[in-house]
């Protein structure tokens, strides 16, 4: 199973399982946007929905 997250450019990863393969995309995800954060650089709004099951971060802002 692939999981990807195309407004976090195209963040993606794999599990034998749906289960594993949404942990697996989730700690993708969560490291792409520390380093976004480390950078200081903008956090990507939801851009569109498509067919698939979602998966919902919640990121805290950072203030400078």
């Known amino acids: 199973v692939v999981a990807t997250m195309p407004e976090l450019n195209h963040v993606s990863s794999f599990g034998a399982t749906f289960a594993e393969a949404e ?3 989730r700690e993708a995800a969560l490291g792409y946007l520390e380093v976004l954060a480390k950078e200081k650089k903008e956090i990507p ?3 569109f ?3 698939g099951t979602y998966l919902r971060l919640l990121v805290p802002t950072f203030s400078s």
């Open 49 to 51: 929905k498509t067919e």
């Open 23 to 25: 942990a697996n995309v």
């Open 45 to 47: 709004k939801p851009a």
